[in-house]
């Protein structure tokens, strides 16, 4: 900051010296004009041009000097109060640097000073920062609880086995296998959020009509054992992406809609189409209402959505909807959650085009 604040000054003081040498030049050569020449002089010197280099290089040099001195002066001041605003931002970087996320530097000025609008972006990109370590923390502070949960289950059901010689062991068995599968399928989930987090995957041609039949195909059994109509309506919708992935988003849309419906008589439609810019897929289900305050927090880690009523004991992991949204945001795209006004959900997500 010194050595650029330094630069700034002899920048300044150069500049005004430059110019009052050139002012001074510019009177030197106008009063050499207008004097009268007297070449009667000694050594055939014009008395009058002798007598004003005497008198005019003192004044002169003491004019340079002047403004030497006041070049360096203001230019010192000047470079200091325009590169303050810089040594704020420098000092908001030195806090991030040592883990104070919370700072902020609230620049004052007008909109369209660029000092304003770099600690603008600044703050903006430190609230981002702030927002996305707090959601981590708490990503992990609810992973290691939902991890830990069925690994103590699984430790009482054998410490209660193990005291009582005659606890059946048949049933022993199939509950570790149901806390086992649990634990699976949560470190399953926890693998596609890091990996649709990181963007790790390949992009290719993916018809999302395609994979809306797919998902309804594998999810249909389901859907019929617990009454529910489940229909595949639309048009192509082509995007880029992992296939995988987005069979994966799919898929988990239509199982959180038969998950999250009536007891019976719901229905569940998914729609596919294209529009400008963008292919669309829509699901939509039927279901107990919605409170519009609960909505938002549907795509956070392990919301399973306690208000919400649910049909029989399939509870899943608490990130269904999570994982939805952070495919989408890993394919670019965007995605809605609107409650119906008869109750259940409307899910859209719109995804880039091809282009």
Do not use: C
Not at 180 to 208: H, K, M, Q, W, Y
Request: no cysteine; aromatic share 4%.
């Amino acid at each position: 900051m010194r050595s650029a604040r330094l630069k700034l000054t002899l920048s300044y003081a150069g500049f005004l010296l430059l110019a009052g040498a050139v002012l001074l030049a510019v009177v030197w050569v106008y009063l050499l004009r207008y004097v009268p020449d007297n070449d009667q002089g000694l050594l055939g010197i014009s008395p009058n041009r002798f007598l004003l280099v005497r008198v005019f290089t003192p004044a002169a040099g003491a004019a340079l000097g002047f403004l030497l001195g006041s070049g360096l002066l203001g230019g010192w001041l000047l470079a200091g109060r325009m590169l303050a605003p810089l040594t704020r931002i420098t000092d908001a970087a030195r806090l991030v640097a040592g883990g104070s996320l919370a700072h902020r530097i609230r620049l004052g000025g007008r909109p369209g000073n660029e000092f304003r609008e770099l600690a603008d972006v600044f703050d903006a990109m430190l609230e981002r920062l702030e927002s996305r370590v707090a959601e981590q923390q708490r990503f992990a502070a609810n992973a290691s609880h939902e991890l830990r949960t069925p690994l103590a289950i699984s430790q009482a059901l054998l410490d209660v086995a193990r005291k009582d010689p005659e606890y059946d062991r048949g049933e022993l068995v199939e509950r570790l296998h149901s806390v086992n599968a649990r634990a699976i399928d949560l470190t399953e989930a926890l693998l596609v959020l890091s990996r649709t987090d990181g963007r790790n995957f390949t992009r290719e041609p993916v018809d999302l009509s395609l994979a809306a039949e797919e998902a309804a195909e594998t999810l249909l059994p389901l859907a019929e054992q617990r009454g529910i109509t489940l229909e595949v309506t639309g048009e192509p919708a082509r995007t880029a992406g992992s296939a995988a992935l987005l069979l994966r988003m799919v898929t988990n849309l239509v199982q959180n809609a038969i998950v999250h419906n009536l007891p019976a008589g719901g229905t569940i439609t998914v729609h596919t189409e294209p529009r400008r810019y963008a292919s669309v897929l829509q699901v939509e289900n039927t279901g107990p209402p919605l409170p519009p305050e609960l909505v938002p927090t549907l795509v956070e880690p392990f919301q399973r959505g306690t208000e919400r009523t649910r049909v029989g004991e399939q509870t899943g992991v608490g990130l269904g909807l999570a994982i939805v949204h952070s495919i989408v945001r890993a394919h670019d795209g965007m995605l809605e959650l609107t409650p119906r006004p008869g109750g259940g959900l409307l899910v859209t997500i719109r995804l880039p085009a091809p282009r």
